[in-house]
């Protein structure tokens, strides 16, 4: 029997991960901080995209998607919160532990023979990738 559960789990860090990315480009805004906001805006579109093709996934293996992120998203957003009031390092370093999490998270998804092919081939090719890769963008933001 198909089991969607780690799909929805995954579908939740991503809406999570996107709700944050769009209230740290907020407060870079708000900060006039140019290549923060280049460098995030891209992050934070391709979290969207995300979303989008895991609710897809979810739908045509006869699943509901979930329409919120559940406690990671509270949790996020309550952690983007206190790193708004810290500062620019603070918000980088709670960014970066989220895609860390998810970088484990798809990993974790990716080797379960209960998630179907189609999905893990999907991780694979292309959202574990994109994980790596907004971390190495995030620790050259930190580094600078």
């Known amino acids: 029997m198909l089991n969607i559960n780690k799909i ?26 140019g290549s923060e906001i280049s460098s995030l805006q891209p992050i934070y579109e391709e979290h969207t995209e995300a979303v989008s093709e895991l609710q897809e996934k979810i739908q045509q293996l006869g699943g509901m998607p979930p329409s919120g992120s559940g406690l990671w998203g509270s949790w996020s957003e309550a952690l983007m919160g206190g ?12 960014l970066l532990a989220g895609e860390k999490s998810g970088l484990d998270d798809y990993q974790d998804a990716a080797e379960d023979p209960d998630v179907p092919l189609e999905v893990s ?19 050259r933001l930190l580094q600078s």
Request: glycine share 2%; aromatic share 6%; hydrophobic share 40%.
């Open 8 to 33: 929805e789990k995954l579908l939740k860090n991503e809406m999570a991960a996107a709700e944050t990315y769009h209230q740290a480009l907020e407060k870079f805004e708000e900060e006039a901080q």
């Open 83 to 94: 790193a708004k009031l810290i500062g620019k390092d603070a918000m980088l370093n709670a």
């Open 121 to 139: 081939d999907l991780i694979k090719s292309k959202f574990m990738n994109s994980q790596q890769e907004n971390i190495r963008v995030l620790n």
